[in-house]
């Protein structure tokens, strides 16, 4: 017991000790005007009300201590240990009632028996994993975002339940928190040899591709800030993120599917488990769907509804979602299983159990969705731009009171933003806006403009003791933008941001402000960062989909004025592709050998993966007899050359050293 304690405490140390190594200094405490604000904000909400602490705690048969999962290193993969600061009724003045309680909730974890032949483990990473018992043998429903955690969620339920081997595995959806987890239960050679068949909704791959890999750096460096990892859990640091605690930080891992569910709804048993599905694309992932079980009488919504506001747009960045589609499947939902359904569960939080409590809920989140999407075309049809529908907009009473409408994981604000952008992008008609300056030079003609920094600062301190933390902060970005150095532009700035989070409801705002916060003080953290598109997520891809990738690389001053075209055969699927520059694009024809090309590369497609990953060369591979080129070989290394490599940690609060 004592090292699981003190594995988890290490987790602390860590983070706390990576803070003072990036020059980071102690967050501060809540001014008089976050006080105020939060206090308001808990005389609204009907705190009383404790129908969701029963829910979560239904069917619970246990847990392990602090539901810890160690890793390889010093620090856990998982732990709830650190956040123990929840046990506390009253809400820390640091952060939102609303949030407080999200969070305790999040914070419950274990093994739960939904009904008969039904469980979920919950709480041993932001994801839940569902356990459907078939006849002889178990389906895994999302698998978490780690090996790790998935490894522990599955040996939780062996503690109490007969241990069946995993016969199948299903990915509700194509966002890593559901898949990563993957080879954590199964193996690639359970997969090939047929004891394992992997499922998923149609166009998962190309799903993953488009949004783990394509946008995988950008998008994992914006991650941080909408989850809070770089910060260190506590009252003044990293609560919850709304959908659940915080992510693991594991192994993510990636296995194809064998089969994918084509059609809108399909009827399949699986090892004596009746299922059927229901696609959902273009709601909260590209490629997703939902879950019907009729022996059961449990509807699995997937994502579409959970106990919160969903995203619309995520902050981390992704493909806005259609709220009037993800209304429509909800509603379709509603309409074919809503009679039939007992229990209502979901990849994230919690059951509800009860078919008009089932049916309540759906119907709440069904009209959520869908007000958005109207009231925020009816404002944009009205003149309004962006910023001024988020002003305006507000949520309809008999909505404001109920938990599982409020903005923990989207927000009003930025969703409604995000309809403007689906229907109208990122223009808002204003020719001001249709070409302005780049942020440092727009920033450094404001400043100069305003009279200077000092001048800004000094009316930013005074609208600070005010409680005007967003202009501040505002202001304070165009100081800093144009001039890194100015430390107390930095200071005010970060001071700025942290109220903002201590205020936010939403846990990604609280996150993405602290951390925001956490790098004007101390600078961009000096680590790696972890990277969605790695090798696990490019193994998966088809070899089209990997050309796509590095035409994404290719950095189009160097191969201006160039052409080439390159013929790629693979050894192990016998594909042929011929890869064409011109124009300073990449372009490539599958089943195609181009006559006169300047090289044919002949190998196997994981010697491309790991040139790719940066683990060989192309000489080295032609050295060790991995990689046979015929023709001009320099037309490769000229290629590869020609790539850009991406770096997580790039700057976010402060300009990029080199511009734009």
Not at 91 to 120: C, M
Not at 247 to 265: N, S
Not at 379 to 387: I, V
Request: net charge negative; hydrophobic share 45%.
């Amino acid at each position: 017991m004592s090292k699981r304690y003190s594995a988890a405490a290490i987790f602390v140390i860590i983070a706390v000790s990576c803070a003072a190594a990036h020059g980071q200094i102690a967050p501060k405490g809540p001014e008089p005007a976050t006080l105020k604000a939060n206090a308001e904000l808990a005389k609204t909400l009907p705190f009383a009300d404790r129908q969701d602490f029963d829910d979560a705690m239904r069917g619970f048969i246990g847990t392990t201590p602090d539901a810890l999962v160690t890793g390889t290193g010093p620090r856990p993969v998982w732990t709830m240990k650190p956040y123990g600061f929840l046990e506390q009724n009253e809400a820390a003045d640091s952060v939102n009632p609303s949030l407080w309680r999200q969070a305790q909730l999040n914070a419950i974890h274990g093994l739960f028996k939904v009904t008969e032949r039904v469980y979920q483990v919950r709480g041993f990473d932001i994801s839940n994993m569902t356990i459907i018992e078939g006849d002889t043998s178990l389906i895994l429903i999302d698998v978490l975002l780690t090996a790790e955690t998935a490894r522990a969620a599955l040996e939780l339920y062996y503690q109490q339940r007969p241990r069946k081997p995993v016969g199948a595995v299903i990915y509700s959806h194509s966002h890593a928190d559901h898949f990563g987890g993957v080879k954590g239960v199964i193996s690639e050679a359970d997969v090939a040899a047929g004891k394992v068949q992997v499922l998923a909704p149609a166009g998962f791959l190309e799903a993953v591709a488009g949004e783990s890999v394509m946008a995988g750096t950008a998008m994992s460096r914006r991650a941080q800030y909408q989850f809070g990892s770089l910060l260190p859990p506590g009252p003044r640091g990293q609560v919850d993120t709304g959908l659940g605690k915080t992510i693991a930080i594991g192994t993510v891992t990636l296995i194809a599917p064998t089969a994918t569910v084509d059609r809108t709804t399909e009827r399949r048993v699986i090892d004596g488990v009746e299922i059927v599905f229901q696609l959902v694309p273009g709601s909260e992932a590209p490629s997703e769907m939902l879950m019907y079980f009729p022996q059961f009488r449990v509807l699995d919504m997937a994502e579409d509804v959970t106990h919160n506001m969903h995203n619309l747009y995520t902050i981390r960045g992704a493909e806005v979602r259609d709220g009037n589609l993800w209304s429509r499947y909800i509603s379709d939902a509603l309409e074919r299983f809503g009679d039939k359904t007992d229990i209502i569960i979901a990849q994230h939080h919690w059951p509800v159990a009860g078919q008009a409590r089932v049916v309540a809920l759906m119907k709440k989140q069904r009209d959520m969705y869908k007000f958005i999407n109207d009231q925020s075309l009816r404002l944009l049809n009205l003149g309004y731009s962006p910023g001024e529908i988020a002003e305006t907009l507000h949520m309809p009473a008999s909505l404001e009171q109920e938990w599982s409408a409020r903005g923990y994981y989207g927000t009003l604000r930025h969703n409604a933003k995000a309809v403007y952008q689906k229907y109208l992008g990122w223009y808002d008609a204003n020719p001001a806006d249709l070409d302005p300056l780049p942020p440092a030079e727009n920033a450094r003609k404001t400043v100069d403009y305003m009279g200077g920094a000092d001048a800004v600062i000094a009316r930013a301190r005074s609208d600070f003791a005010k409680g005007e933390y967003r202009w501040v902060a505002s202001a304070m970005k165009e100081v800093v933008f144009a001039d890194p150095t100015n430390r107390a532009a930095r200071e005010l700035g970060a001071d700025a941001l942290e109220q903002l989070g201590y205020q936010a409801e939403a846990g990604t705002w609280r996150d993405a402000y602290l951390v925001g916060a956490m790098e004007l003080r101390g600078g961009v953290p000096r680590i790696a960062g972890n990277n969605m598109a790695n090798a696990e997520t490019l193994k998966a891809l088809s070899n089209e989909m990997v050309f796509d990738v590095l035409g994404v690389r290719l950095n189009a001053a160097r191969a201006e004025g160039k052409t080439m075209v390159i013929n790629w055969n693979f050894t192990d699927s016998n594909q042929r592709i011929a890869l064409n520059l011109d124009n300073s694009a990449l372009t490539h024809v599958a089943g195609k050998e181009a006559p006169n090309a300047d090289a044919t590369v002949t190998l196997a497609r994981g010697t491309l993966d790991a040139v790719i990953l940066q683990r060989t060369t192309f000489a080295d591979a032609v050295k060790a007899g991995l990689v046979k080129i015929d023709g001009d070989p320099r037309k490769v290394d000229e290629l590869m050359a020609m790539l850009d490599t991406f770096k997580v940690m790039f700057e976010v609060v402060e300009p990029k050293p080199n511009g734009p």
